[in-house]
Every structure is written in C-alpha cells, then in structure tokens.
C-alpha cells in the first residue's frame, strides 16, 4: 500500500498495518507474529511514517546514522507468520511496528469510552517523535526536551534485543508521554507516590493495549478457562530474560501498602495500584462470562464465551481506572485521591447501576491499604453550587482568564489561600459515551496551580549539600463542572503539614540513596541552585536507574562475541544522504563501533 498525500482528502480509508502485538521472545514461543490490525484514517500520512500526530525519525546518535524511513506501509511483509528472525532484520518494519503500536494506543485512550478528549504533548509540539533505534543500549525512556520516546537496542543472549519491536515497552513509554501531556506537574519531584503513579500508568497501558489484540485474547481465553491466567499481567519478558527474570514487573502479585512501608522506590510503589488493576480485572471477567453467556443464548462456557468475557472486562477495567484521572489534582497526586478520583468519575458517569465494580474497588482499595476504610473514600464534604458565587458556565469556561477570575471570586468556598497566586494551567472539556451508546454527562474541567517554598531543613534528614536550599512544594486543584454548570467535583492539594514532611522525606531518600547530582555527574535527578531556590529536574535517560541497582535486578555485563545467526541487511543514510547496504560482516564493525571499540 502506498502512502499517498491525503491532506485534502475528505475521507481517507482506514488503514491496515501489521505490527507485533508481544515482545519477539513470546511471539517465538508462540508461534503469534504479526497480526493485521485496523488503524484509524489519517489524512497526512508520509514517510517515517509521519502523521498529525505521531512522527519516526530513525536516527541513531551514537552512530550518527539516519536509516532510511518507511516509504510503503507493509500490509504483507515478506516474512512468515512466526518468523521472527526475520522481524529482527527488518528495520523497516521496526519503523512500521513502532508507529502502529502508538498510533493505535492513542487512539484507544482518546475514544469516548475512556477520555473522550486529544491528548496534549507536554512538549508544546504538535508531534510526538519516535527514536526506533535511537541509541545502543539497554533502556528505552521518553524525554520531554526532544518530545520524544527514544528505543535503544543492545545484544541479548542469543539475538539482538530491540525495545521497539516490545509491544510492553513501547506502551509503557508512551503511557509516560501521555501522563506528562495530561498531568505535566506529575513529573515535578514531590512524592514518592506520584513518581510511582508514572510507573503504574505505565505498566497498565501496557496491559489494557495488549488486551485489545483478538489474537492474544483468544490464545489466552480460548480454551475457557474458568479463571485468568497469571501471564496477562506480565510486562517485558524479553527484556527482563537477558537478566534471567520472567518478566519485568508482574501484576498478578499482590502488594499492600503496608508490604511497601518505608519503600519509595517508584517502581515497587506502583505494583500496589498495578495490582489493583489486575484484580478488578479479575473479579469482572466472571461477570462478564454470565453476560456472555446470556447475549450468546448459550448454557456452557466455551472460547467464544471466554474471549467476549475477556475482551469487555478488560475494556471495562481500563474505563473505569483511567476515566477518573481527569478528576485528579494537577499536582502531587496521592494513591488516596486518585482512587476518590477513580469511584466518583465512575459514580458521575453510572450514577444508578455500577457497570465499572465499584463496589470491588472500594473493597481492592482497603485491602490493599490505599484507604484507611471505606469512608475515607468518600472524601470531604463537596462543593456545591450555592456554596459559589452565581455563574455562568459558559461564561467562566470561555477563556483561562474567565476561569481565573471566578475562581478569585470564590477563594473562600475552594478554599484557595487569599495570599496565593495561582495560574489557570487547563481548560478543556470532555465527551465521553459507552458500548451501549448512553453518553455520560459532558465535563468542563479547570485546573489550577501555585507553589509554596519548602526549606530543606529538618531534625533526623540529611540533605547532604542541599540542606538550608528551597524547593517548591506545588499545589493546586481540579475542578469540574457539568455542561449545565452543576459542580461534579472538586480536589485541592494545599501545603499541608503532612505534604510539606512528606517532600522533606522525599528528597532525603533521594539525597541518601545517590539519586540527586549536577548535570555533570549524570545524576538521575538534576540539581540546579540559584540564589538559594532549588531546581530537581528528572533526568529521562536515568527514570529507571533506580531499578538497575536493586539488589533483585542483576546487572547485564557487556555482550562480547561474534554477532548472531542473523544475516543483518538493512539499509542507512548517512549526514549526507549516501545510502549504503550493511552486511553481516558490516554489521560486526557497526557493533564495535556502536559498543565504543572504535569511536
């Protein structure tokens, strides 16, 4: 299929693109290569492939190589079902897998049944770069300076390990993108939980796009298991094998608060809401066999029943945990505010009948320890509508500056402090429907931010040369109103006493544990001082350093060699546009030039 120029096309066709719906060590072990998928019409489609929103640029910074993009999306590439050496080979479909991969997992979140809304790049730019090959190495990391994911690749046991040819991996990334255009403050250092919330975004876009494939619903239900496989809540086993690990992160493990007392490593912290996830998932799927079975007109669980029960539990988990971000704070967002967040979007959208479990959540919520109880659930007391000045909501909602000035008007009901100077940092609205067609109340949502300085400076913390600096500890709120102007709901996230202790506590584990330099250093965490005010900035590159250096992750000595079966053949262009064919006896000095023996 060729990919022509359609920005004046009124309806341009749907796609169709194959793409690895798994990693290439399960697709071996499976025999599932790549699956045919359906993409939504793109009217600017050129090579890359490059879109609206979504660009590849193959270019490689170690080597300082461009290899030659896409020209033709390959409906049907040369290679068979199951072969997936010659996957490995084929850069071109490295280029194609990664593009489909995001491609249609933006789509999957911004249709009406989850966030009914675009999704903004934290970058400012219109498009979001992919790096299929972007370095040597064992990571893949998304970085908003270059508003990019960049995928690094290195030598695996017995085959090259490409982290764009992950469908985990490549989603994973992605979630943090989309995190960052839609929370960008959850990226500022101010908790543990919060750099925790990034990982479980992640790790659950991953699991919810997986889901979403046929082919690997019906592998893993069609024998109508009478209950869930533990497998479907692994991410990154090819990955994870070259350490000798089954996977990367495993959802199916039950991790409560209390398990993670005391721990602020993000990615430990995040298996508590990851399995929260997984759970409700779980307790679903049975009710969805019942419905089946009922739509069906059938008495005995079969594949059929099994994957149609799979398939809308896992479209209702997904719905249900993602909707109420848009009713989380803009900044610092606690476990505990994000499940309130979750049960009353849930609740707004479904007021009479819990078609997302919320009765199960609330349950997974205690149990786990993300709430003290059920009542804590609740939250305080709401706003409401005669508790504000009068309004209008279209008037309010017309321009940031509207929205500012009303909510100015009523910093006493919000209980903004009256010495604060906030910014209107979002103003959007929302439309979100159902399977069934029922279409929940449109949302008009405001989100406003200020910050507050913190001293670094507490008996029993150690801010090693950071001490006496200040750092911004932000707050701010959500609001959001319905479309005739009824307040749904509204959280704030003051400088309270135990927020302020638990940035000082924060930052302490980090300053102990090695994580905060100078930019020089290659510190995770940069560390930037001016006139007394601290700067931490998140280095992309680090954001899974931490991981590294646990005592369960072994690390990954230097693969040494000769290259693989693999006869490699692909082609580059180099800074002068020269293409030129790589052999495999190419490839051994690519490698040693890629490893540092010839630079």
């Known amino acids: 299929m060729s990919i022509p120029f359609r920005e004046f096309q009124k309806d341009p066709p749907r796609l169709k693109v194959t793409l690895l719906c798994e990693d290439p060590l399960l697709a071996e072990r499976s025999g599932l290569g790549p699956v045919e998928v359906d993409l939504e019409p793109e009217r600017y489609l050129e090579q890359g492939p490059t879109t609206a929103r979504v660009a590849v640029v193959d270019y490689d910074a170690r080597l300082d190589v461009v290899f030659a993009p896409v020209q033709v999306l390959e409906r049907r590439p040369g290679f068979a079902v199951g072969n997936v050496g010659a996957v490995r080979e084929n850069f071109l479909f490295h280029q194609q897998n990664v593009w489909a991969v995001v491609n249609r997992t ?135 094998s070259t350490d000798g690990r089954s996977s990367l992160r495993d959802a199916s493990v039950r991790r409560t608060m209390a398990d993670v007392k005391g721990n602020r490593e993000e990615h430990d912290l995040s298996q508590v809401l990851t399995n929260v996830f997984y759970e409700l998932l779980v307790a679903l799927y049975p009710k969805k066999v019942e419905a089946a079975l009922d739509n069906l007109k059938k008495t005995k669980v079969d594949g059929q029943v099994a994957v149609r029960a799979l398939i809308n539990a896992a479209a209702q988990t997904t719905s249900t945990m993602l909707r109420g971000l848009d009713y989380c704070p803009p900044v610092d967002v606690s476990y505990l505010e994000y499940a309130r967040a979750v049960l009353r979007a849930d609740e707004v959208a479904y007021p009479t009948y819990e078609v997302g479990g919320r009765a199960i959540l609330r349950r997974l919520f205690v149990e786990r320890g993300v709430a003290p109880s059920e009542s804590e659930l609740d939250g305080p007391p709401r706003v409401r509508n005669r508790d504000l000045h009068p309004y209008d909501v279209d008037e309010i909602s017309a321009t ?180 030129k064919n790589l052999s495999s006896t190419d490839w051994r000095r690519l490698r040693e030039k890629i490893r540092g023996a010839g630079a």
């Open 106 to 240: 933006i789509a999957l979140l911004e249709n009406p049944r989850l966030l009914g809304r675009p999704i903004p790049w934290a970058s400012g730019l219109g498009r979001l770069l992919l790096l299929p090959h972007a370095n040597y190495g064992r990571n893949a990391f998304y970085d908003r300076g270059t508003g990019a994911i960049h995928f690094l690749y290195f030598e695996g046991s017995s085959a090259p390990v490409f982290t764009c040819l992950s469908h985990d991996i490549v989603t994973h990334e992605l979630g943090h993108a989309v995190l960052d255009g839609l929370k960008p403050y959850y990226n500022e250092i101010s908790s543990a939980q919060t750099a925790a919330f990034h990982e479980y975004f992640g790790d659950v876009m991953a699991i919810a796009s997986s889901l979403t494939f046929r082919e690997l619903v019906v592998r893993v239900a069609g024998d109508a298991p009478p209950e869930l496989p533990e497998l479907i809540g692994r991410i990154g086993e090819e990955f994870a």
């Open 400 to 579: 940031t500056a509207n929205a500012y000035r009303f909510l100015d008007a009523n910093r006493g009901s919000l209980r903004i402090p009256r010495d604060v100077n906030f910014s209107v940092i979002r103003l959007y609205r929302t439309r979100k429907g159902s399977p069934s067609g029922y279409y929940p109340p449109q949302e008009i949502i405001i989100e406003f931010v200020w910050t507050e300085d913190v001293e670094l400076k507490s008996e029993g913390l150690d801010f090693g040369e950071l001490a006496g600096t200040r750092m911004p500890l932000y707050c701010g709120g959500t609001l959001v109103f319905d479309a005739w102007g009824n307040v749904l709901h509204y959280v704030l996230r003051d400088a309270t006493p135990e927020r302020t202790r638990e940035l000082l506590e924060y930052v302490a584990y980090l300053v102990d544990r090695g994580r905060i330099g100078t930019t020089a250093q290659g510190a995770a965490i940069f560390a930037e001082v001016e006139n007394g005010r601290l700067r931490l900035q998140r280095n992309p590159a680090l954001r899974h350093e931490s991981r590294r250096h646990a005592d369960d992750v072994p690390t990954q000595p230097e693969p040494a060699g000769e290259p693989g079966p693999i006869d490699w053949n692909f082609t580059t262009v180099d800074r002068i546009g020269e293409p």
